[in-house]
Every structure is written in C-alpha cells, then in structure tokens.
C-alpha cells in the first residue's frame, strides 16, 4: 500500500470565484482527494514520459517519431499547468456541491424528430475511452464509491449520485480530458495514450481515496452504520494470480474484477498440493529410474507438438503420449526413464488447465478447438520458464488470456473463412505450432501482434456500439417526453368541442415544438412551462368572452401568441408553408373572438341573462353585423379583418369535439407491445433479482427460439429512461432489447444463459486450484 502523503488544502490553488463555500468536514474530504491527486498526476506524467520515449524509439517513420517528441516535450512543459488546473476543476466540483444546479445536457439533444444527432467521430472515441474506463471502476469500487457519495450526501442534505461525485470516475475522467483539450491538446492519438495512463496511474488506485475518505467521515460519525468494506490494499502491478471460488453474485455483476475473498497461491504452493495427492498414491516408479533432461524433454514435446499440429488432443492424453515415447525409449535403452519431478509437474498443471479449457461452456466450440492445440506450445513454455504459472504478465500466459477474451463474443454463426478474428487466431495457432521450438520470445512478439490486430477491431466494434447507445438512450428520451406532450394535450383538448384549426395547429403542430424543448430544456425549466401556458392561453383566446378586461387582455395578448407559435415552428423547422396557413386561419378566429366580444359588450344586460361560456365559439346567427375598429383590434390582425369585412358572408368555423385520446404523428413501435403479453414475474422471483445483478459489460449466450441458433452478445447498457437493456454483438450492433420482466423470463426459460467473462488462464487456474484442495479434503 502507498504511503499516504500529508493532506495538502485546494482552497488556496482554486480559482473559482464566486463559489459556495463547502462545509469543514467536506473541505477535509477535498484536500485528502487533491493530495491523491497530486500524488497520481506525478505518476502519470513519469510514465508518460517513458511510455511517449518507447513510441517515438519505435516510430515506423520521421513524422511520426517527430510527433511523439513533440507530445513529450509538450507535456513536460505543461505538466504544472495541467496539474493547476486539474486541481481547481476538483475544488469547484466540490464547491458545486452545496447547491443543486440543473444544466442541460444539450450534447445529448435530439435536433430532429426521428433520432439524436451523433456526435463527431474523435469525440465519440473519447466518449467510449471513457465509458470503459467508468465501467472498469465501477465494476471494481461500486461499494465503496456508493458508500462515500450517501455520505457526501448527507453532508449537502441531498440525494447524491455516483456521477454527481465530485470523485467518481465519470467526473474526474472527463475533468481529465477537459483539461487536455483546452490546453490545445489536439492528437487524438495521444490523448487517447493519456487517457489509458490516467486510468493506471489514477482510476485504479481510486479504491485507496474512497477508503480514505469513508473512514475519515465514520470517524466525524457520518452514516457509521453503513457495512463497508475493511481496509482497501494495492494490488501490485504484476503479482501471483489470486485464486478462489466466484461468488455467483459478483460472477453476475460483470467481470472478474468484481470477486472478492480470494488468496494468493504460487507454482511451489500448486506443487505442494499435488505432491500430497501423488504421496497418497501407490508408485510404480523403479528407484533407478533416470529423469530425462528438460531439452529432451523440450525435443519430445516438440516431436508431439508437430505430430498433433493438426488437431487438439485432451490434456490427459499428452500425458499418455508421453508416457508412451518415454516407455519405448526406456525398452530400447534397458533403463527407464521418466519425467524430471519439477517437469511432471509443469505437465500435469498444463494438462489440468486445458482440461479445464476444452470443457469450459463460456468458449464457443469451435475457437475452443483452436486455442486447445495450443496445449504443448503452452506446455513447452511452462517447462522452460515456470514463472508462466506465477506471473500474470507472462507474455504465454497474457496471450492464452487474450485470445479467450477474444473468443468470448464469437457465435457459432460467424463465418470461419470470412471473419477476420477466427482467421488471425487461426494464423496465431498455426505460426506457434510451426515455429515454436525453444525461445518463448515468439510469445511477446505473437502478444503484441495479436494485442494491436484485436484492439483495432474492439476500438471499431465500440464505435458503433456507443452509436446504438446513443440512438437507444435518444429513442428511450423521445418516447418519454412524446407520452408527457399527448398528456398535456389530451388535458386540455379531450371531451371539448374546439375549432378545427386549433386542435390541428396543436396536436400536430405545437406538439412538435413540446417535443424539441422537452429533449432540449427538460420539464423544469421556463422554456417547458411557457410552452405549456401559450397552449392554454391559445384556447382562451378563441373562446366567448364578455368582460372589458377581457378585451384589452386579449387585445394585448393576440400578438405575443402568435410572436411565440411563429418563433416556435421556426426553431422546429416545421413546413413555413403550412405553418402560415395555419397562422391566417387563427387570425380569422381571434377576430370573430372580438366580434363576440363587442357584441357581448354593446348589449344591454338584463337579469336574466347567463354568464356567457368562456368556451370554444359556438355557431350562431348574428341579427346584425360587428364592425371593428383599428383601435379595438390589434395592429397584426387588421388586414385579415379588412379582407373580412369585404365579404359578404363569413363562414362559421369548423367545430370538431375530441372524443379519442390524442397520439402524436410519426410514433415508432413500441418494444413494450411485443413484451406485453408475457407473464408477469411476483416481485420476489429469483430471475428478477438475477436480472437487477446484471451489468453492462457482461457476456451472455443467446438462444434465438426462431431459428434455434446461438448468438453471444454483451450488455451493453440499461437504458435509465425507459428501464431497457440493450444486447449488442462483438461487432457492436444491437441483437436484443429487453425490458426487466422480458430479461427474467428469459433467464428462467434458459433462452439466455451468463457466460464467465474472466481471464481465460486465470479461470482455469481457479478450477484447477479449487479441485486440488477439493480432494485433499476429500
């Protein structure tokens, strides 16, 4: 664990004017995150330096190798300001806490009526870059982050989400490339490089912060009864594999990152366990039996490795082929030879392992059988050098884990001779069978080949993925903000009797116009709610009205009306053809609306006479002609009325009464409709539980009822707005849409099945592990 540096106070580095004021406790909490921060920054940058010299040294051209010189030089000039300026988004964000402030995400806004506009392709790259290293923090420190923003919370007396902590990941990454980008930090190359570096140096180590700050809350007595994790430790950068059973709960919240009660274990503690299983067994070894050396070894294995390139055998069958080899070789020499104690252990292990892989149900059958007959190159590999078994940075080791994650999302489906994945692992298998002798070097060289093809096609399939998001989340929006407009409208027009031209002008007009500052405003903004009250005075408008305020009301309020729907259907971009029409037939209705008026007003009123309706105008004979004057009209309806008044007969408007709820124009399936007669789950239904355990990332088996084929697909997010999870394939296009419900059923009817997304060797090691102990208990 790191040594924790003296806090050191943000107040003096911030220059935010203006700002509140955070509370002690709260300021004690920011000082320890700039401390961290501090502490982290200087580490990035260190290795940016060496990771920036490595690139340039291995620059394919001058232009490039120039380019990654100037990076560096520019980051080393930067470094202070960078750092400044980091600090002080840090402090402001804690400043922003003492108040509650709403701004629209208009990055997110739907600018036309049928999808949301997509962002520019660097953005959205820097856009997935940061998704993903969200996700891999959330995966991680879930708890711990949850924990400290309730406390935080608790501090403002407000409900404070995981994105609006001012030390959630989210925040602090885009904080990050905030301040990248307005130091004219323009490569995207290098950003992206800077980007990866702040997740080591930064985001992985976030657990370390979180853990600091809830303890020092606790103790100020902050929410103490939350059930934290204990003390947090760094895991070191390169360290022996932890090994233990995954909780099906963690297994199901995505990732091997989420598991938890796991131990450190080495080759020598494998060695123990399998030595105390041997000793129990009766020995059929003469005692003057010669171990082979290990080149003989390596020239056997090479001999099989050549013989079986073409197929995978099972991993107890190496066994016996060498055992076979070893026989004959000891009847041709009269001396029996065997395997070397240290060697019969690495091949056991190895075995064990690709046991564990050809039976694995996470694997698709057919990349299964490829990565299988790497089983003696691996093997080979593990007798040569036996920190492939301790280190999870073994070039072998790391390459086996690739090409499992790779394997992970490929269906059955896929065609072998066209997709570029099965053929570049096929390339890899086959270069490892052929020209794997002795030097594992081929195994740093194969990595980082296969690491730079497999990152080029993963960097593709999540720009199209976070496309679909995009559109999904977009959609879901739109959906919702179409059912709160037909709400509002059906509350004022349903039942009623009104004018044709005003029922049109709104339902398929103005409904518009809600639709874009729904998306655009949200609903608790003055844009919304003015939107709202031009449709109620609209229908005043037109009504029968009777007193003389009504008639300087109306005077006054007739040309903002119109001022605002011309302003609204301008900034829709509705047809100004249309729209005009409309606008000249709503100028003929608020002049007979003062025609009624002037009548209602020149009439002497008797005591018998009922208040007139304020409702819509009502066909009816006229005795006599109502001439309006300029004075009592205002300005922008007196050419209409002139033209009006040079016609001898002005037909009464077209009355329509709105019986059925309104729907807007243009809707889109729905996916509710297809899922509404599904059963519906009791809210304690196990399959509703493991549908809430899920998370974005996840692997999953897909199997298609229609065709009865299988897919994999991931999660790729849960849609807030609509409460959807959306499944995309290794390409990153969308093959299943579910609501909660739907994604239950279909655990419960084994249509989709959780797939293990951890490290492949890992997993492996896992299994292996826990049968050994399994039968030393036994």
Same mark, same amino acid.
């Given at each position: ?44 940058? #260190? ?37 400044? %300026? ?37 953005? *959205? ?30 501090? /403002? +007396? ?7 902590? @001012? ?74 594999? #932890? ?82 080899? =070893? ?72 390459? *086996? ?13 896929? &065609?072998?001779?066209?997709?570029? =994945? $099965? ?16 030097? @594992? ?21 999540? %720009?199209?993925? +976070?496309?679909?998001? !995009? ?31 005003? /029922?049109?002008?709104? +339902? !398929?007009?103005?409904? +518009? ?5 729904? *998306? ?65 037939? *709503? ?41 309006? #004057? ?6 922008? %309806? ?42 519906? %789950? ?39 707005? &609509? ?37 492949? $060797? ?17």
């Amino acid at each position: 664990m790191q040594n924790k540096a003296q806090v050191v106070p943000l107040a003096g580095r911030s220059a935010t004017s203006g700002a509140v004021q955070p509370p002690a406790l709260l300021s004690r909490v920011r000082d320890l995150a700039g401390t961290f921060v501090t502490r982290q920054l200087q580490e990035l940058f #260190t290795s940016a330096d060496d990771t920036l010299f490595d690139m340039a040294d291995r620059a394919s051209s001058n232009q490039e190798q120039t380019g990654l010189f100037e990076a560096m030089r520019e980051l080393r000039l930067k470094q202070g300001v960078i750092e400044k %300026l980091y600090l002080q988004q840090l402090a402001a964000g804690f400043s922003s806490l003492g108040r509650q402030v709403s701004v629209p995400n208009l990055e997110s806004v739907a600018t036309d009526r049928d999808s949301m506009t997509l962002v520019q392709n660097d953005e *959205l790259e820097e856009t997935v870059a940061i998704n993903n290293m969200v996700s891999k923090v959330m995966g991680r420190d879930a708890d711990l982050l949850e924990h400290l923003s309730a406390r935080l919370g608790h501090l /403002v +007396q407000r409900p404070l989400e995981a994105e609006d902590n @001012p030390l959630g990941p989210h925040k602090l990454s885009r904080q990050f490339l905030d301040c990248l980008n307005q130091l004219g930090f323009e490569n995207m190359q290098i950003k992206l490089i800077l980007l990866k570096l702040f997740e080591r140096s930064v985001l992985e180590d976030l657990a370390l912060l979180y853990d600091d700050s809830n303890q020092l809350l606790v103790a100020a007595g902050i929410l103490t009864n939350l059930q934290s994790r204990q003390a947090v430790k760094k895991p070191p950068r390169v360290t022996s594999r #932890t090994i233990g059973a995954p909780d099906p709960d963690t297994q199901a919240a995505g990732g091997q990152a989420a598991r938890q009660g796991t131990i450190e274990i080495s080759f020598q503690d494998i060695q123990t366990l399998l030595r105390g299983l041997s000793a129990g067994q009766v020995q059929n070894t003469p005692a003057d039996a010669v171990p082979i050396s290990t080149n003989d070894l390596m020239r056997l294995l090479t001999h099989l490795q050549q013989h079986n390139s073409q197929n995978q055998p099972p991993g107890n069958l190496v066994r016996q082929q060498i055992d076979s080899i =070893l026989q004959r070789a000891s009847q041709q020499s009269q001396r029996t030879r065997v395997v070397g104690e240290m060697d019969n252990d690495a091949i056991d292990l190895v075995s064990m392992l690709f046991e564990f892989i050809l039976d694995d149900r996470s694997l698709p059958d057919s990349l299964k059988a490829l990565i299988g007959r790497l089983q003696i190159p691996m093997l080979k590999v593990a007798v040569l050098d036996q920190s492939f078994f301790d280190s999870s940075s073994h070039p072998a080791r790391q390459l *086996l884990n690739e090409l499992g994650t790779a394997a992970l999302g490929w269906s059955g489906k896929d &065609s072998q001779q066209r997709d570029k =994945l $099965f053929q570049k692992m096929e390339d890899i298998v086959h270069k490892l069978l052929n020209e794997f002798t002795d030097d @594992p070097v081929i195994f740093a060289d194969i990595l980082q080949e296969f690491t730079a093809f497999y990152g080029t096609e993963r960097r593709r399939s999540e %720009l199209v993925e +976070q496309r679909v998001k !995009d559109a999904e989340e977009g959609r879901a929006r739109t959906q919702q903000a179409r059912q709160r407009i037909e709400q509002e409208l059906n509350q004022r027009l349903l039942g009623k009797t009104l004018p044709e031209t005003l /029922v049109r002008l709104l +339902q !398929d007009n103005w409904s +518009q116009v809600l639709l874009l500052r729904h *998306l655009k405003y949200g609903e608790d903004t003055p844009d919304w709610r003015d939107s709202l009250q031009l449709m109620d005075d609209l229908i005043w408008s037109i009504g029968r009205h009777s007193e003389p305020a009504d008639a300087e009301r109306l005077k006054k309020l007739v040309p903002q009306l119109v001022n605002q729907l011309r302003s609204g259907f301008e900034e829709a971009a509705l047809d100004p053809f249309a729209t005009s029409m409309l606008l000249t037939q *709503l100028e003929v209705l608020h002049i007979q609306a003062f025609r009624h008026l002037k009548q209602q007003l020149s009439r002497p009123q008797s005591p018998d006479d009922s208040p007139a309706a304020p409702d819509a105008p009502r066909a009816e004979a006229v005795a006599e002609p109502v001439v309006l #004057t300029s004075e009592e009209l205002p300005e922008s %309806l007196l050419h209409t009325a002139e033209q009006l008044a040079s016609q001898e007969d002005v037909p009464e408007p077209a009355m329509v009464e709105v019986k059925q709820d309104i729907e807007l124009p243009g809707k889109e399936k729905d996916p509710e409709d297809d899922e509404a007669g599904l059963e519906q %789950l009791p809210a304690d239904d196990p399959a509703l539980k493991q549908a809430d355990r899920v998370r974005p990332g996840s692997w999953f088996e897909l199997r298609q009822q229609d065709s009865d084929s299988i897919v994999r697909c991931k999660l790729s997010a849960i849609i807030r707005a &609509s409460g959807r999870y959306i499944f995309v394939n290794r390409h990153g296009m969308k093959v299943l849409d579910k609501n909660r419900n739907g994604l239950a059923l279909a655990f419960k009817q084994g249509e989709l099945r959780m797939l293990d997304d951890a490290l492949l $060797f890992d997993r492996a090691l896992e299994s292996v592990v826990s049968n050994l102990r399994s039968m030393k208990d036994s």
